[in-house]
T-cell receptor
């Protein structure tokens, strides 16, 4: 139990659907992250939120829309996805901001396996 | 630019063999952190170790040991007397602090370790 939960664990959606991924952390952290993990590719950082403000957006297509209503919750809203968006989506959290050692560590959730048909 | 290279895509060993996973990194930062994560088939990334750029002491934790050499920009991971439960994908990652808060992890492509009986 890492303290970061994600729902749903598996999701199959059509290209015209709208769905949302949810992440919740119980670690008292102030920064949260979305990553995409595709087969045979490194984990790709998508978004970073710190104190509920987006601080990093790595050229992610607009069909992915993040939302961070508070420091414990992070959502990824999905619409009109493409088959190549099928991947494992991982959420993580860390302490922050600051230069403390602990600010460098990220703790990951179990991921949502997304399949776009 | 940050870069992490894990040249070994897949390693297969027989139980009780020792195995070393290689990691080479590139960064212009003087302060940074290096990590190893384990990803079992369940998908969740499990934090194994953190090492900062000022501490080149090797570390041992049970059957795991890490060799950090700044001169060669390497941070290698050795499992002694491997077990079937060690079978997983192992990721090396490099971290730096984002000015807006939070941090950014750059991951290698991972090494799939298979330990067979």
């Amino acid at each position: 139990e890492t303290g970061v939960t994600q729902t749903p664990r598996h999701l199959v959606m059509g290209m015209t659907n709208k769905k949302s991924l949810k992440c919740e952390q119980h670690l008292g952290h102030n920064a949260m992250y979305w990553y995409k993990q595709s087969a045979k590719k490194p984990l790709e950082l998508m978004f970073v939120y710190s104190l509920e403000e987006r601080v990093e957006n790595n050229s992610v297509p607009s069909r992915f829309s993040p939302e961070c209503p508070n420091s414990s919750h992070l959502f990824l809203h999905l619409h009109t996805l493409q088959p190549e968006d099928s991947a494992l989506y991982l959420c993580a959290s860390s302490q922050g901001p600051g230069n403390r050692v602990e600010s460098y560590e990220q703790y990951f959730g179990p991921g949502t396996r997304l399949t776009v048909t | 630019a940050q870069k992490v290279t894990q040249a070994q895509t897949e390693i297969s060993v027989v139980e009780k063999e020792d195995v070393t996973l290689d990691c080479v990194y590139e960064t212009r930062d003087t302060t940074y952190y290096l990590f190893w994560y384990k990803q079992p088939p369940s998908g969740e990334l499990v934090f194994l170790i953190r090492r900062n750029s000022f501490d080149e002491q090797n570390e041992i934790s049970g059957r795991y040991s890490w060799n950090f050499q700044k001169s060669t920009s390497s941070f290698n991971f050795t499992i002694t007397a491997s077990q079937v439960v060690d079978s997983a994908v192992y990721f090396c990652a490099l971290s730096y602090i984002l000015t807006g808060g939070g941090n950014k992890l750059t991951f290698g492509t991972g090494t799939q370790l298979k330990v067979e009986l």
